[in-house]
């Protein structure tokens, strides 16, 4: 028996899914996540679409959720109940946390090489109004959950960047190391400006947490290697050059010498 779905079902089935996804008080049960995840990952797996072009069906059901959902907590939420359990659901998910985040539908059918820029996403860092912190400090009214989304939402968007570029032929390992950095560099610039006061201000402390966890993920795991450590005497050992021998020449007794030996 065929219990193949009809284009149009497969599509309304799946806004059906990704709407139940960012039902919290559903997903808070474990049963339903669970169930909830596998059959999102059934639905759009591309080898159970049947006489339609899979990437033209997700293209339009992803259209249909970023002209809709203007909440950036509800969009976090549906990049998060696509897992990346394979390179299609990975680039889904990456492509709707990219057009969440630069606010333009673009990145939905954008080459791979144009969607993983991770230097766009450093200058969405530096110039967004969502990432000037500075601005929301001391505003009651502001909602720091805001902020917390937005970082899942780039959590998303750079893991695959990391994933793909780490394998793109036009790239060295420097410069991907460095695109990396400016990220981390940005990341940085803005938790650190968040001033917490107290506990009185959980999710400005949860949104400055978030921020700073993304900015050492980036850093110690998405990284091709660990940033160089930076020392006192850097030039030094970056010459391969022994720091007590550099320095043997202010241990020679003279006039005035102390006779405290230089160790």
């Not at 069906?57 to 970023?66: D, E, G, I, L, Q």
């Not at 606010?103 to 969607?115: F, G, I, K, N, R």
Request: glycine content about 4%; overall charge negative; hydrophobic content about 35%.
């Amino acid at each position: 028996m065929d219990y193949s779905l009809a284009d149009d079902t497969r599509e309304h089935i799946i806004l059906l899914l990704l709407r139940l996804a960012v039902d919290s008080s559903l997903t808070a049960d474990p049963t339903i996540f669970s169930e909830l995840q596998w059959a999102i990952e059934s639905v759009l797996d591309p080898s159970s679409f049947e006489g339609t072009d899979p990437k033209k069906a997700v293209h339009r059901v992803c259209s249909t959720f970023y002209n809709t959902v203007d909440d950036v907590c509800l969009q976090s939420r549906i990049g998060g109940h696509i897992m990346p359990s394979s390179p299609w659901l990975a680039d889904i998910r990456c492509r709707l946390a990219v057009s969440f985040l630069l606010e333009d539908p673009s990145p939905l059918h954008e080459p791979p090489q144009t969607l993983l820029d991770l230097n766009r996403i450093t200058e969405l860092l530096a110039r967004d109004r969502r990432f000037q912190v500075k601005r929301f400090q001391g505003k009651a009214d502001y909602d720091w959950r805001e902020l917390i989304a937005l970082t899942a939402l780039l959590s998303i968007a750079i893991d695959v960047s990391a994933l793909e570029l780490n394998y793109r032929g036009d790239r060295t390992e420097d410069d991907f190391n460095a695109d990396i950095d400016k990220v981390a560099s940005q990341l940085k610039t803005i938790y650190c400006s968040i001033q917490v006061s107290g506990a009185s201000h959980m999710t400005l402390t949860l949104a400055k947490g978030d921020l700073e966890a993304l900015h050492y993920r980036i850093l110690y795991s998405i990284r091709s290697k660990p940033p160089p450590k930076k020392t006192l005497f850097e030039s030094h050992v970056n010459d391969n050059r022994d720091i007590r021998s550099m320095l043997s020449k202010y241990s020679t007794r003279g006039d005035g010498d102390t006779g405290i030996p230089l160790r």
